[in-house]
């Protein structure tokens, strides 16, 4: 059984183009969430999806950055117009229908570079 | 936001050793207490884990303490090794989200 897949692994970006992240959950798993990890800092919540719903985004900017979890693919995290300060490491994690937020299997992340 | 505080920043030990490393709560509604383990260029993976009904949990080398009084729950690392030599991050559940703490660099030198 696969793990959570993220891709890209590295992305380097310059400033004012867009960046896009993608993740695929573990199989069997219908919750996605996504973090942001600063350097040398902890993950900070960013958003959770359900499919083809956003059920909490109160750690998302409010602008630049949206999210989505379509019926069929990833999940994918995007970011417009990044920044230098858009430079972290970004993770995904997901979880079972049943296993709520205790039980979050997390991606090995894309670090997102902004030149 | 309800913050999870770890302490130390950084440790080192020796092989053999024991590491400790603490978190303290606010919030007395969480009802979960993971800890990750994260190796560089790795995301975290869930290492251990204690509900505050029981004050204690062993697995391996590893033991979660647990003090619902103090609002506080402890990492042990019983004979420390060199492939213990990572980032460790305690969490607590706030609704549908973990709320990490600010990590702990574990170096174990042989």
């Known amino acids: 059984n696969a793990g959570v897949m993220q891709n890209p692994r590295h992305l380097v970006r310059r400033r004012g183009q867009e960046a896009r992240l993608r993740c695929s959950p573990m199989k069997g798993h219908s919750h996605v969430y996504w973090y942001r990890q600063l350097p040398e800092e902890g993950l900070k919540f960013m958003v959770y999806l359900q499919k083809e719903n956003i059920i909490d985004e109160s750690g998302m900017p409010k602008e630049r950055f949206s999210a989505e979890f379509p019926k069929e693919g990833p999940s994918i995290l995007r970011i417009q117009q990044v920044v230098r300060g858009d430079s972290a490491a970004y993770f995904c994690a997901s979880s079972p229908s049943t296993g709520g937020v205790g039980t979050q299997y997390f991606g090995p992340g894309t670090r997102l570079t902004v030149l | 936001q309800q913050q999870v505080k770890q302490s130390p920043q950084s440790l080192i030990v020796q092989k053999g050793g024991i590491s400790i490393i603490n978190c303290a709560y606010e919030?007395?509604?969480?009802?979960?207490f993971p800890w990750y383990q994260q190796f560089p260029g790795k995301g975290p993976a869930l290492l251990i884990a204690?509900?505050?009904?029981?004050s204690e949990k062993k697995e391996g080398r590893f033991t979660i303490s647990f003090n619902k009084s103090a609002k506080q729950f402890s990492l042990h690392i019983m004979d420390s090794q060199p492939g213990d030599s990572a980032t460790y991050f305690c969490a607590a559940p706030n609704a549908d989200k973990l709320i990490f703490g600010t990590g702990t660099r574990l170096q174990v030198f042989p």
């Open positions: 204690i509900r505050p009904d029981v």
């Open positions: 919030n007395t509604a969480f009802d979960y």
